[in-house]
């Protein structure tokens, strides 16, 4: 048996990734920007065994729940081993199977990125149960192929995704852009529903790119926004951050919400999170919202304005929950044998 526990923090995209160019690949169809988040963490061990007759998997100490989900992970151990130990075309060539538990700190499939520290972890922990000595650059590659935003996860801080040139996708790999001492912005995230989200990110995306007129505008202007918003974190300029984020999370959610059906996923609380937000802005408090797949609102701001952002947020009917959290760190192997 060889185990190994690997840690991977959520990341929470100011610039976004909405649509892919390759589907089978899980290739973005643009780069994306974020912050990995210290509060949010998935704490996953893998544990190969020669005695195993199939894959064992636990998420949050429960045996997952569809053979969708849990097939997805499979597949998703395949490819690294695959990876790592070359093709596994030779078919009396089968992988160990494993026992895989993962635990969350916070709800799952929400909303709140919980695939991106999951992936992150997962691969962080495959790699070391496989003794492998893959580099983050190579497991910033592969975790994308579980979910795109797990790429980011890989890294601490401030990170960007490339969307990258190649067709193999080797070049679509997120990196490091400042670390998390270089600005330390908080983040509030106003829960308001704690249920799994209707629409998965990649039914929503799909979506969107299938049928949605304003798609094409969506990905024209990624690159713009993303130098605008290296720019504003170089120079740490609140007010120009704050402006590129709320228009990269409006621009995709318009962009769903006009996909046929339309894609909807915000509920009352969210808007009105979102105007308490806007009005604490034009008060003068360095805040702004950004939202992913799910009613939860992630407000930005910085260290001396988090309790009037949170008191304010807090008073919003519909807002069940304040999770606070700082800049976080890189994934990390906590410990293998
Ligand atoms: O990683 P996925 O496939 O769950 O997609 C994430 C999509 C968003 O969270 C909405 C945006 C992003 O860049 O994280």
């Not at 490091?176 to 209707?198: R, V």
């Not at 170089?234 to 402006?243: E, G, I, M, P, V």
């Amino acid at each position: 048996m060889t185990t190994a526990t690997a840690i991977a923090h959520a990341n929470i995209a100011l610039i976004k990734y909405w649509g892919k160019r390759n589907k089978a690949l899980n290739l973005p169809a643009t780069g994306s920007l974020s912050l990995t988040l210290n509060a949010l963490t998935t704490q996953t061990t893998v544990s190969f065994s020669d005695d195993l007759a199939a894959d064992q998997i636990e998420l949050n100490q429960q045996s997952l729940s569809t053979q969708t989900s849990a097939q997805r992970i499979s597949d998703f151990i395949d490819l690294m081993y695959q990876t790592i130990h070359g093709s596994l075309d030779n078919t009396d060539q089968q992988r160990p199977y494993a026992i895989i538990r993962s635990n969350n700190n916070f709800p799952t499939a929400a909303g709140l990125a919980s695939s991106a520290s999951g992936f992150a972890a997962l691969t962080m922990a495959v790699n070391g149960a496989l003794n492998a000595s893959l580099d983050n650059a190579q497991l910033s590659m592969l975790a994308r192929r579980g979910s795109g935003s797990a790429a980011r996860s890989i890294f601490g801080g401030f990170v960007e995704m490339s969307y990258g040139q190649r067709e193999d996708g080797l070049d679509c790999i997120a990196h490091p852009l400042q670390p998390a001492e270089h600005w330390p912005l908080q983040l509030l995230i106003a829960i308001t529903d704690t249920g799994i989200k209707k629409i998965s990110s990649t039914d929503g995306m799909q979506s969107t790119t299938d049928s949605s007129p304003y798609y094409s505008a969506w990905v024209e202007g990624a690159e713009t926004d993303l130098s605008d918003a290296r720019e504003a974190i170089a120079n740490r300029d609140f007010d120009a951050l704050a402006t590129v984020t709320e228009f990269s999370t409006l621009k995709m959610h318009a962009s769903a919400l006009a996909a046929q059906p339309g894609v909807i996923y915000w509920n009352a609380a969210t808007l009105a999170a979102m105007h308490c937000i806007r009005q604490l802005r034009s008060e003068g408090i360095p805040v702004c919202f950004t939202m992913d797949a799910g009613p939860q609102v992630k407000a930005v701001c910085t260290e001396q304005a988090v309790e009037q952002v949170s008191q304010a947020l807090r008073s919003i009917p519909g807002v069940v929950d304040i999770i606070h959290s700082t800049l976080g760190p890189a994934a990390y192997l906590q410990e293998s044998h």
